[in-house]
């Protein structure tokens, strides 16, 4: 099984971070509109009351609410799409056009409770300054933290056929 340096992490990263992208723009959108739905009007303040524009600002709590509902958004999309990926055949769309695979070290895919354990390791490995991905450079088998405290591996595959 070959394993994945860093430098191909990075292009899939890039490749699922775009597709992700897309994905959080349309859920934030559907959240922000629900939002304007159902919130009551003491989340806004009348911008007449600031200047000549006819336009409502989110008051602190409606500004605090927004944001919470983003972020929680960012993280609960981020989860679902790399999650739904790594449980149904280990691949994200990034990994399958590099023929990459995530799987447990006896070959078999990971299921959500592990998926959920990569999520929350491959994030603390970004909150360090990307100080876990980096680790792919120094460790023998190339792999980053959250591989090795779930005990994961990213291989290259080529399917027969192909």
Do not use: E
Request: net charge positive.
């Amino acid at each position: 099984m070959k394993r994945i340096g860093l430098i191909k992490r990075l292009v899939v990263m890039i490749y699922d971070g775009l597709l992700l992208l897309g994905v959080l723009f349309f859920t934030s959108f559907l959240w922000m509109f629900i939002l304007n739905l159902v919130a009551p009007d003491s989340l806004y303040i009348d911008s007449s009351q600031l200047d000549s524009n006819k336009l409502a600002y989110f008051t602190q709590t409606g500004k605090t609410i927004a944001f919470s509902l983003v972020a929680l958004n960012i993280l609960a999309v981020s989860f679902f799409f790399y999650g739904w990926f790594w449980t149904h055949g280990g691949q994200t769309l990034g990994m399958r056009a590099w023929n990459l695979y995530l799987t447990k070290p006896d070959g078999k895919f990971i299921g959500w409770r592990l998926a959920f354990k990569r999520y929350v390791f491959a994030l603390l490995s970004w909150a360090v300054c990307g100080l876990g991905f980096l680790w792919v450079l120094f460790h023998p088998k190339r792999m980053a933290w959250h591989d090795v405290l779930t005990q994961t591996q990213i291989i290259y595959h080529k399917q027969p056929g192909k």
